[in-house]
Each structure stands twice: as structure tokens, then as C-alpha cells.
């Protein structure tokens, strides 16, 4: 059994378990559930922005512990201080040290920027309590869904409104997975089978994402350069990225100096 298997193995038994505490009627009266849901393609498209989804990450399985001292309200209005377009909050527990609280204090401590719920939704019910926290923007994972219970989570989250990602990792999940309920295509550089990462997956799968898709470019991406050129040789309009900042004492301070290094980097690719 391969790590991604492990964790779906695990969070069928969390969903069940959460089920049992909280009903649908229930997640459905929540404050969260009634607010207005905030566009992520709106804000991967605003010039004024970086285009990153920067990412509140503890830890993961290939990294271990990655920064637990700091809180996720300094982290997230930092990176919405330093011009983040949108944000990403981990929920899951057992692997990368998430949880609701956090994606509810992300919400809470930044009203007007996106937010997706990072997890590995496997059930509808996991769309509801999604935007009963205030999540703005579901994540579907090809590598453990079929291209049917792809669709049909897909479709349950648009009817609630959410925005949905859909995260590929080769042509194949591509040319699968695809359907017209998705709002952004995500490569994941990261084999969450092997945990080897390589940003060249994004550079190859790019002239493969149908026109009508955002496409963003997950994992990996460390360097100022390598963005830019996702950005303006390979068509990319998003970046998520998390560990690069996480792994820093002070992420909303390194998210400042990457977003300077871009604008520098990108006046002076403009006046070439």
C-alpha cells in the first residue's frame, strides 16, 4: 500500500466518523454555510495580484514536521498582505497536522480573499461541511477518485456554488478526469504515490489543458524564475505553493520577498 493509499484508507473511516456527529441539516445552518462564496478564477485573473494560492501547511508525509510555530491568522494575513490572489488551508489531521479550526480562522482573519479547503474529498458530505467552514474552493484528486465520482462530486459542489479544482498528475488523469463542473485544472508536480517532485510535469501537461480552464502549477515551485516561466512560456495563471514559505521561521515574510522578487523580475522581462 502506497502513502496516498494509506490515506483514503483513513479518511473513509474519518468521514464515517464525522458523519455520525454532524448531520448534513446540521453543517447546512451553520454562519459559514449561508456566506457568499468568493471567486478563485476571478482572483487568479486580477492583475493586481501574484497569482499564488499560498498554503498554510504544518507538515506532510514526505517532509515531516515543517513549521508548527506560528499561527495560522499571522501566516494567512500575511500572505494576503503580501498580495496573494487566494489561499489554502490543510484540514487533514493525521497526515499534515490540519484541521477545521484552522480553515475557519483562515476565513475569519481574511473575509475577502479565497479559500481552498485542502483534503482528499472522497464524499459529498465532505463538499457541505467544506462550505459550512467557509471554503470557497473544493479539491478534487484524480489519483483517488474515478472519472464518474469525479463528476458527481464535481457537480454536488457547483450546485452549492463552490469553485472546484481538479488536480492531475499526467495526461492520462487529464484526458479522464476533465469535465465541464471543473473551474481550475491543478498539476501537481508531486508523485503523492512516490513523493518525488518535478516542476518539468507542469511544463509537459500545459499545452494539454483544454483552453476554457485556469491552469495552476502545484508543488515545487521554490525559485522566482521557475514561476515566471510557468507563467509566460507555459500559459500557467496560478501557483500554489506552501512549503516554500512554511519552512521559513516568519512564511509571511519569505511569501514578501518571493512577491518582490517576482514584480522585479517581471518589470524587467517587460521592458526586453
Request: charged share 25%; proline share 4%.
Amino acid at each position: 500500500m502506497n502513502i496516498l493509499d494509506e490515506i483514503i484508507a483513513r479518511k473513509r473511516t474519518e468521514v464515517a466518523e464525522r458523519k455520525a456527529r454532524a448531520t448534513t441539516a446540521q453543517l447546512e445552518a451553520t454562519e459559514g454555510f449561508a456566506r457568499p462564496v468568493l471567486s478563485l478564477r476571478q482572483a487568479l485573473l486580477d492583475p493586481a495580484k501574484t497569482g499564488i494560492i499560498a498554503e498554510h501547511k504544518r507538515k506532510s508525509p514526505s517532509r515531516g514536521v515543517i513549521n508548527q510555530n506560528v499561527t495560522v491568522e499571522a501566516v494567512t494575513t500575511g500572505y494576503v498582505r503580501g498580495g496573494a490572489s487566494a489561499l489554502s488551508v490543510l484540514t487533514d489531521e493525521p497526515y499534515f497536522d490540519g484541521t477545521d479550526e484552522h480553515l475557519l480562522a483562515a476565513r475569519a482573519a481574511n473575509p475577502q480573499t479565497p479559500v481552498l479547503r485542502k483534503d482528499f474529498v472522497i464524499d459529498e458530505y465532505q463538499i457541505i461541511e467544506a462550505k459550512s467552514l467557509g471554503a470557497d474552493v473544493i479539491l478534487l484528486i484524480a489519483a483517488n477518485l474515478t472519472p464518474t465520482g469525479c463528476k458527481e462530486l464535481a457537480r454536488a459542489a457547483k450546485s452549492l456554488s463552490l469553485e472546484v479544482l481538479l488536480e492531475v498528475h499526467d495526461q492520462d488523469e487529464l484526458e479522464r478526469f476533465v469535465n465541464e463542473h471543473i473551474d481550475v485544472v491543478g498539476v501537481n508536480n508531486r508523485d503523492l504515490k512516490r513523493m518525488k517532485t518535478d516542476v518539468d510535469t507542469s511544463r509537459r501537461l500545459s499545452e494539454l489543458i483544454p483552453a476554457q480552464f485556469l491552469k495552476i502549477s502545484e508543488s515545487g515551485i521554490s525559485q522566482p524564475d521557475v514561476l515566471l516561466d510557468l507563467r509566460h512560456h507555459h500559459g500557467f495563471h496560478g501557483f500554489l505553493i506552501g512549503e516554500h514559505f512554511m519552512q521559513h521561521p516568519d512564511p509571511a515574510a519569505a511569501f514578501a520577498e518571493f512577491a518582490i522578487q517576482i514584480s522585479g523580475k517581471s518589470q524587467a522581462l517587460s521592458r526586453k
